[in-house]
Each structure stands twice: as C-alpha cells, then as structure tokens.
C-alpha cells in the first residue's frame, strides 16, 4: 500500500507491466502507479498525477492533456517527441549508463565483420568456392565517432583497447580522455578527414539534422564505413545513396532511419553495400531503466535535484 504523501506516478509504456514489476521489487508497493499500455488508458485513468513514467512517443501524444505532470521520465535515449511539443513546464529526465556497452557491443561487431569479411566468405561458400582473401585489422585504424556523452565514450575507449585511434565530434569540443582529440561542428571537415571508420551517435536534435549531407560524405575517405547508431535524421539519406553508388564510400552500416519502421520501398534496402538493421543496436530494459527512475524519485520525493536532466534547448 502506498504511504501517504507518495507522489504518484503514471507508467505509459509498451512493457509497462514488466516496469511495474521492477518499480515493486526495486522501490516497494510504497510508489504508488498507474500502469497504461496505450495513450487511450493513459487519458482514462489520468487522475492528477504529477509524474509520467514511459515511451516518449506516447508520452507526447498526452502530456498536454495531464497538467498535473512536473516530471517526465524518459525510458528511452531519445526524448524528441517531447521537445516538439507544446509544453515545457515540466522538468524532462533521460537515461544515461545504460546504452554504451550494447551499442559498443554493436559497434565492433559490425567493424570486426568487415575487417574480417565476413559476409563475403560465406557467399563464397554458398558457391563452394575457396575464398582465401586476407582479413583486415582493427588495430592501427581510425575512427571518428559523432557523439562523446557516455556511448560514445565507452564506444571510444573499447576501440582504443584495440588499437584504434579515436577522434571525437561534439557540439562543445570539450576535450575527453577516450579521444585523441574532440572536434566542434565548424571543424567537421578536418574530423571527416583520413577516417577509417564513421561512428554517429548523435542525439535527435534540429541542430544534427542533415549535418552529413553531400559535401560532408564526399570528405570521407573512399574506403571509410559509416555506421549509424544514433538518428536516422542525422543523414541526407538520397546523398548517402549517391555516395555508394558512386564509390565515394565503401559501405554502411544503419540502425536508424528518417522514417521507421524503412518502407518496403525504400532505396535503401537495395542501396550497394548497405546493412540494414531495425533499430536494435540498444534497447530499453526495464532492469536496467528502473533504478535510474527508482534513484530519481527518491530524489523527486525529497526535494533534491534530479539525476539526468535534459536541456530541452539542446535535446540532451
């Protein structure tokens, strides 16, 4: 039973029952929650409560409709539904921690594939053919990565055990230990320059959107790799096309795109040298969601400062 005083809380999410089991399990039955799968539960149970726990697509769809809410809690890495909405007197909290070893994970297995060839050698053995071309090697490389928050350095700093060079990009250039050296937005053509491997971890924001357009591409290197972690909105998807086409770069890699789930139809699918994935380079676990929100309401309840706070200004 939840204790007087409690504030309480909207869960609105798809796996909004399995974050529910956790919040009891990690927070006890003293949270009191409403638990809502669908935006439509979400408006008929709404009853004045002042935190919104959940999916920030959906989220958005009702937040206007709760003036209630002062905090909103985000499960996932990108919270750009809620910076395009109406609203902005409520206090927007992220996740932080949490997506760096997957997305590592992701990262090195794509870069290990194509230092390896791996899909090469096994058309080659659909065909029976003995394919003894020799494998690359990540150690001496260069990779520039577009993002130097928490994924994008613990990406860096698992490259540099490989014996990659690591340059960073981000909107401060603030200089980190995981990166050779960081780049601000003016210098892009110098980090695009001599790299091996792209690595865009971007957060969705108006300031990232189309900033690898034509020109930006045509920097790279012709045997560089992109790989795409962060938003699709990040890339001029047509320029992207026309740069492999043309063998301007060697290939890519994606995980987001400018419109998900990819249309059938879209050009991309059949784009040469192109790896589609379905946006699953990291997912939100509510094992690992629950206790940045169980630490953060805890501090909600107290009075303290929040844990994570995204300047909706910026985007992160």
Request: proline fraction near 8%; hydrophobic fraction near 40%.
């Amino acid at each position: 039973m939840s204790l007087p005083g409690e504030p309480r809380v909207m869960l609105l999410d798809a796996d909004a029952p399995a974050y529910a089991e956790h919040i009891q399990r990690l927070g006890g039955p003293a949270i009191p929650l409403t638990v809502c799968q669908t935006a439509a539960e979400a408006r008929s149970c709404y009853a004045g409560q002042t935190i919104l726990l959940g999916a920030p697509g959906l989220i958005a769809s009702v937040l206007d409709e709760m003036p209630g809410i002062t905090w909103v809690q985000s499960t996932w890495a990108g919270v750009r539904p809620l910076l395009e909405g109406a609203r902005s007197d409520y206090v927007l909290t992220g996740v932080k921690g949490v997506f760096g070893p997957p997305m590592t994970e992701y990262v090195i297995g794509y870069l290990l594939a194509h230092e390896m060839k791996i899909l090469r050698r096994a058309e080659h053995q659909q065909r029976h053919d003995w394919f003894d071309a020799a494998s690359g090697t990540l150690r001496g490389k260069r990779a520039g990565i577009m993002g130097t928050g928490s994924i994008g350095g613990h990406i860096a700093g698992t490259l540099k055990h490989l014996g990659v060079e690591t340059r960073g990009f981000s909107r401060s250039g603030t200089q980190a230990p995981e990166f050779a050296q960081v780049f601000r937005p003016e210098q892009l053509p110098s980090f695009l320059d001599g790299l091996d491997y792209l690595v865009a971890a971007l957060p969705d924001t108006p300031a990232t959107d189309g900033l690898l357009d034509a020109r930006a591409l045509r920097t790279l290197p012709r045997h560089a790799v992109l790989i795409n972690i962060g938003r699709g909105s990040l890339i001029d998807e047509l320029a992207l096309i026309a740069a492999l086409e043309q063998g301007h770069l060697a290939g890519a890699v994606l995980d987001v795109f400018s419109e998900e789930p990819l249309p059938p139809g879209n050009p991309l699918w059949e784009a040469p040298n192109v790896t589609v994935t379905a946006h699953v380079a990291a997912r939100s676990f509510p094992a690992d969601i629950t206790p940045i929100f169980i630490e953060n309401y805890r501090r909600y309840r107290d009075g303290q400062p929040l844990q994570f706070i995204i300047d909706t200004t910026r985007g992160y």
